[in-house]
């Protein structure tokens, strides 16, 4: 987290290099960890001469919600260590880590994965920055980014008769508008790209690319398309299933004029010897679906074919085949987030949901039937659970199947789910996995109640008054209140074991400058139900009171006011001269609402921003760490107020209703 943000240097920044590590940092940050190329080893040294000690350049990116977790970052980022790629984004100077030099946020990523034949596969990310924001700003988060790319074909000596083609074979678009094209400069050939993520957008494609005849067409047999998808087909030899498919096809001339000579085919499959063919038209018979080194199955074999026309030099076509690798889609269009209690140890019970999953496959071979697997894994506990499907109802390409979910203590006692479903093909063959997080509903406990002021003869003296609310808790519960003074004189307290509560505190509002509106006396709430379900709330008394909490709003307004100012790096002390409102000058972390009745003349003021700018370059960086802490604390102390405010007045307005006399 960048307490003190960032100096931007430059926007569109391009950084090509080698990864040699990924993180993903606690707030959320994708992290690549780049050494430069000696082109771009300049972007290792900030604007007064510091160098990055560790020899790289980190480039980072919140992307959104959807995706950021760790399994998906390191879905997408893993492969990438130890490969060259170019990233581009924003160059800026980390303040909050002695102005190291970052990419910070990344726009896009190019990666060139380089030939496999005579194909070339590439792959590019683009981002939207989906950051908090808070202590300080991420530049152009938020905004709609716009990633581009250029990627030159492979060479070719005969520009004028060849055609570029391309294809995407795995993609995640979560992105605004696309354009990709294929280009000619000259002899060469390009594919460039152009993607705008959106606002909170994401993208990432794998592409395929090369250059077809353009005198001649690749069709099917008898006049049809040519089919790159052919149908897998189960086959055994020597006692082993395999899957297999066909390839057929010929070539065709634009005209009858051109005469084909030494037609030569070749199929090329990962981890097997390329199978070739003389003549036309084609026909390779039951090729097995094969398997790379590292035991997965190749679903993009590549067709090419090369021959002359009329004697010319050779020239070649290639398709790349699509063989429908197989999936599973899950839903769960019976989940009830309504528990019921059901029987269980005594007079304890326990919570049980049913969920209703609904698997959805795609592209397998049937018959024979499908091998169901489905695992149940709480976090933390309990272990993991096997459910086998032979109960559920199978329809086509769907099963429906029912289980239940239960909170019974002492070892479940989670309400955080994996679903784990495993397809396989009924001979062991393909295989095809989904998982789905599954979050059943936690108990809520919700104080909502007023202040009210009961100064008398000086004394600044309160009285808290408040009820508690719940959700998802079932059965008879049982209530426990308590109040932790935090140093001020608490008395008059109401019973402890009922619904509602009430007891009288004292609190003083800061007299000197610079102090924040200290903490009220804490109020917690404990409310459990028949199975041990427990919901807990704390609360402020203080918060409760509307002129209390007036005060702490404001000293939180001039703490962000504070922030700002510190954004705006070595220039902040001068630039504290110009504000109208005194009420911001920082004279001691944090900033309470006495700040302006003090500073009463600019030569106070004069007076006291000499004492702050003689030691400002040491002090600068301490008091926003200092600050850091308590301006979390009170926004999201403000965040949550705003969350429950409207709640906490609904149920306030029943329960007056309930308590109204007659």
């Known amino acids: 987290m960048g307490v003190l943000g960032w100096n931007e240097i430059r926007d569109g920044q391009q950084l090509t290099g080698e990864v040699t590590r990924h993180t993903r940092a606690g707030d959320g940050d994708w992290c690549l960890h780049i050494v430069p190329d000696a082109l771009h080893s300049r972007l290792l040294t900030n604007r007064v001469g510091g160098t990055n000690q560790d020899g790289t350049v980190e480039g980072e990116i919140e ?40 990419i910070h946020p990344i726009t896009s990523i190019f990666v060139d994965w380089g030939m496999v034949g005579s194909v070339k596969r590439v792959e590019f990310f683009v981002f939207s920055d989906d950051s908090a924001n808070f202590p300080a700003n991420v530049p152009h988060s938020g905004e709609n980014r716009t990633g581009e790319f250029k990627a030159g074909y492979p060479p070719t000596p005969a520009a004028d008769v060849v055609v570029p083609r391309f294809e995407v074979i795995e993609l995640t678009d979560m992105a605004g508008s696309k354009d990709i094209q294929s ?101 390779f018979q039951a090729v097995e679906l094969s398997r790379d080194m590292n ?75 499908l091998h169901y697997l489905w695992t149940v894994a709480g976090h ?25 979910l239960e909170y019974a203590l002492p070892d479940k006692n989670t309400y955080d789910y994996t679903l784990s479903l495993v397809v396989t093909d009924g001979h062991g063959i393909e295989q095809a996995t989904v998982t789905q997080e599954i979050h059943l509903p936690r108990p809520i406990a919700m104080i909502v109640g007023y202040g009210e002021d009961l100064r008398a003869g000086g004394r600044r003296r309160y009285r808290f008054t408040g009820e508690v609310a719940v959700e998802n808790l079932l059965g008879a519960k049982s209530y426990f209140w308590a109040v932790d003074p935090k140093g001020w004189q608490v008395n008059n307290v109401g019973p402890t074991d009922r619904p509602d509560f009430s007891f009288e505190f004292d609190y003083q509002l800061p007299t000197r400058v610079g102090e924040f509106p200290p903490l009220g006396p804490q109020v917690t709430v404990t409310v459990t139900d028949e199975a041990g379900q427990v919901a807990k709330e704390i609360v ?37 001269y110009r ?82 006399p007659g």
């Open 183 to 283: 280009v000619r400069q000259g002899d060469e050939y390009f594919l460039e790209g152009s993607v705008e993520s959106g606002a909170r957008g994401f993208y990432r494609a794998v592409i395929l690319m090369w250059l077809d005849a353009t005198n001649i067409a690749l069709q099917g047999l008898n006049g049809q398309a040519f089919n790159s998808s052919p149908p897998k087909r189960f086959a055994m030899a020597n006692g082993v299933w395999s899957l297999r498919y066909d390839v057929q096809g010929q070539l065709v001339p634009s005209n009858p004029g051109l005469a084909l000579q030494n037609v030569q085919w070749s199929l090329q499959r990962r981890g097997q010897a390329d199978l070739g063919y003389s003549g036309n038209p084609l026909l």
């Open 295 to 369: 035991g997965q199955l190749d679903y993009h074999p590549q067709l090419s074919v090369q021959a002359t026309v009329n004697g010319s030099p050779p020239f070649s076509i290639r398709r790349v085949l699509d063989l429908k690798r197989p999936a599973v889609v899950l839903e769960l269009p019976g989940f009830s987030r309504q528990g019921t209690l059901a029987p269980h140890q005594g007079n304890l019970k326990k919570v049980v949901w049913n969920v209703e999953c609904r698997a959805t496959t795609q592209n397998f071979v049937t018959p024979p039937a």
């Open 540 to 576: 402020d008394a203080s918060n409760f009171v509307p002129e209390l909490f007036r005060a702490k709003a404001i000293a939180m307004r001039e703490a962000r006011s504070l922030v700002e100012l510190l954004r705006r790096g070595p220039g902040w002390i001068e630039g504290l």
């Open 579 to 660: 504000m109208v409102e005194p009420r911001v000058i920082p004279p001691k972390p944090p900033i309470g609402t006495t700040v302006l009745p003090a500073v009463e003349d600019l030569e106070k003021l004069h007076s006291l921003m000499a004492v702050r700018m003689a030691n400002r370059a040491e002090d600068v960086p301490r008091l926003a760490q200092d600050m850091s802490g308590q301006i979390r604390e009170v926004m999201g102390q403000a965040k949550r107020f705003d969350a429950v405010r409207i709640k906490r007045a609904a149920l306030l307005s029943e329960s007056n209703r309930r308590n109204r």
């Open 380 to 404: 933390p506990t309990p272990a993991p659970t096997t459910i086998q499907t032979h109960s559920g109802n199978l329809q086509g390409n769907q099963l429906e199947f029912n289980f239940n």
């Open 63 to 102: 992307p959104n919600d959807d995706i950021d977790n760790d399994a998906m970052e390191a879905h997408f980022f893993d492969p990438l260590v130890g490969q060259r790629v170019t990233i581009t984004g924003t160059f800026v100077e980390d303040k909050s880590h002695d102005d190291k030099t970052e």
